[in-house]
């Protein structure tokens, strides 16, 4: 196909005029453009003839979906120093790409008058988008209706479902876990988790429940909520083992409760992984590779949310608006507390 430069004194080339041409959706054109999976060889290829014809490629994405504007967005959160805000952040800010984007940042602290603060002077200095950054997985309250820039809800949805959020899919993260736990040989599974009220312990104990349905297994006791805490972690291992002696494998609702399992488990004379498989959440680094042994744990991608966020906000800002929750796959990184059983 030959290549058309663009007239001069025209606006600068899009992504959506790269999705026209080609006949695909401004998502699909991201897709192939940025050589993300899920996207047939002969579309991408029809994208890429498309972007060569009009003389956009992958690295002026930023550029042309920003071109008449003030070129900067805005990121939002309430829990900079916290460890899952920072790799979404960082995340975000990769796919932006440097010098492409200006990103304000800022943190709200959880405070409700100071998030409305930060939002409007984001908004005074014309940003063409905001991405807010939830410190939880609970559904948070959207911004205000005056709000008259896209914006993209990560890691915490918007309480709004037609909203476009992007959250990690911690029902199939459940089920992932479960499945491994079997693929190692283990069939009296237990649960310990956090908190009820959050909807990521329920969203991974319902997932690791249909994974246990479909190996044809049952759940050994009930799934045991307590707290985030190492503490937790011990004192729920204990009433385990007192009312399960034979319990094989336990999966636990975060790396922090692991590892306070796993302390009991030694204390009480259990070989992990020989005896008793154990299995955590979140892959905290510190805390998983500096356990004994090591912690197999559930990674919630979180650098990869931050991405898709951002990818979702040029879309947006192109018009090409998403609505609903969309759901970023987790992945389980293998470690020494679930060798196969045997």
Request: hydrophobic share 45%; proline share 4%.
């Amino acid at each position: 196909m030959a290549r058309t430069p663009a007239p001069r004194g025209t606006r600068a080339t899009t992504l959506s005029d790269v999705a026209r041409l080609a006949g695909v959706s401004v998502a699909t054109a991201s897709k192939a453009l940025n050589g993300r999976n899920h996207v047939h060889a002969q579309t991408r290829e029809r994208v890429l003839e498309a972007a060569a014809q009009l003389s956009f490629s992958p690295n002026s994405l930023a550029r042309g979906l920003l071109a008449g504007r003030t070129g900067t967005v805005g990121l939002l959160t309430s829990d900079l120093v916290g460890r899952f805000s920072l790799p979404i952040l960082m995340g975000a800010e990769d796919a932006f790409g440097a010098g492409q984007v200006s990103v304000f940042l800022c943190d709200a602290r959880g405070d409700a008058i100071r998030e409305r603060h930060h939002v409007q002077a984001l908004l005074s200095r014309r940003v063409d988008g905001l991405i807010v950054v939830g410190s939880s997985t609970d559904p948070r309250p959207p911004l205000a209706d005056s709000v008259d820039v896209p914006v993209v809800y990560v890691y915490a949805p918007s309480e709004n479902p037609e909203h476009l959020s992007i959250v990690p899919d911690n029902v199939n993260a459940g089920r992932m876990a479960v499945e491994h736990l079997v693929a190692c040989g283990r069939t009296r599974i237990a649960h310990i988790s956090g908190d009820r009220h959050y909807s990521a312990a329920r969203d991974r104990a319902a997932g690791a429940q249909a994974a246990l349905d479909a190996a044809g297994l049952e759940l050994v006791g009930e799934v045991a909520y307590g707290a985030w805490e190492e503490g937790w972690g011990r004192a729920a291992a204990g009433m385990l083992l007192d009312r399960e002696p034979e319990v094989d494998a336990v999966l636990c609702g975060s790396d922090q409760v692991a590892r306070g399992v796993l302390d009991t488990l030694r204390e009480r004379g259990r070989r992990i992984p020989e005896d008793v498989a154990v299995m955590g959440f979140d892959n905290w680094d510190v805390l998983a590779t500096g356990a004994r042994p090591q912690l197999t744990s559930v990674d919630m991608n979180l650098e990869e949310l931050g991405r898709a966020a951002a990818r979702a906000l040029f879309e947006a800002i192109d018009a090409e608006h998403g609505l609903g929750v969309h759901t970023v796959q987790c992945r389980v990184v293998v470690r020494g507390s679930t060798a196969s059983a045997g």
